[in-house]
């Protein structure tokens, strides 16, 4: 089956820094990239749909200036939370779609 | 419209047992209909899907249930295994746009 890959896979920052995550699809083309965030025990929130060359489609209440999205090539997205505060700590899982979705490992940020 | 509801909230089944998963959806526009397995601290895996077209699809001891007219679905895994112990979400879609997941259940294999 098709592959995802996040890096890092986990990371721990300081409060008011700022902190990458890729997503890449290894072994496919995805045009449409997404990004959702789980808090324990709960389900995956989408954050934001991205497609390759245009600009990230935010959800209803997803700061869009807090959480870059870039799509710059067909296998690589990123996810850059700025200025990070202890409440974004959570899980962040990307996916990325050809004929399905296929979804990352997830990447665990805490923000101290 | 867009919810899709998932039951129950927590499943505990013996070795050997059935597991069943129930969700339901709204939007009789969707038309693909995924199982999702999470390990924790893991992302989902697909683990099996479906479109309307079809009442049942099954993958070795994963099926599922399609019922269209009551826009309900469910999961049914046989011979349930301690290794089957996970937090398995259902999912639905329209034509490839996003996914509307379920609660997720957190199912617990005893040996």
């Known amino acids: 089956g098709a592959v995802v890959s996040q890096h890092p896979s986990w990371v721990i920052c300081k409060s008011g820094t700022s902190v990458k995550i890729e997503c890449r699809s290894l072994d496919f083309q995805a045009t449409t990239m997404f990004w959702y965030r789980q808090f324990p025990k709960q389900s995956l929130m989408l954050m934001a749909t991205?497609?390759?060359?245009?600009?990230?489609?935010?959800e209803q209440g997803v700061e869009k200036d807090k959480f870059l999205i870039n799509h710059a090539s067909l296998t690589l997205s990123t996810l850059t939370v700025t200025s990070a505060h202890p409440e974004d700590s959570s899980f962040y899982i990307c996916?990325?779609?050809?004929?399905?979705?296929?979804f990352g490992p997830g990447t665990r940020l805490t923000v101290t | 419209q867009q919810q899709v509801k998932q039951s129950p909230q927590s499943l505990i089944v013996q070795k050997g047992g059935i597991s069943i998963i129930n969700c339901a959806y709204e939007n009789t526009a969707f038309d693909y209909f995924p199982w999702y397995q999470q390990f924790p601290g893991k992302g989902p895996a697909l683990l099996i899907a479906i479109r309307p077209d079809v009442s049942e699809k099954k993958e070795g001891r994963f099926t599922i249930s399609f019922n269209k007219s009551a826009k309900q679905f469910s999961l049914h895994i046989m011979d349930s295994q301690p290794g089957d112990s996970a937090t398995y979400f259902c999912a639905a879609s329209n034509s490839g746009s996003r996914l509307t997941f379920g609660e997720g259940t957190q199912l617990t294999v005893n040996p």
């Open positions: 991205s497609n390759e060359g245009s600009k990230a489609t935010y």
């Open positions: 996916s990325a779609r050809d004929s399905t979705q296929y």
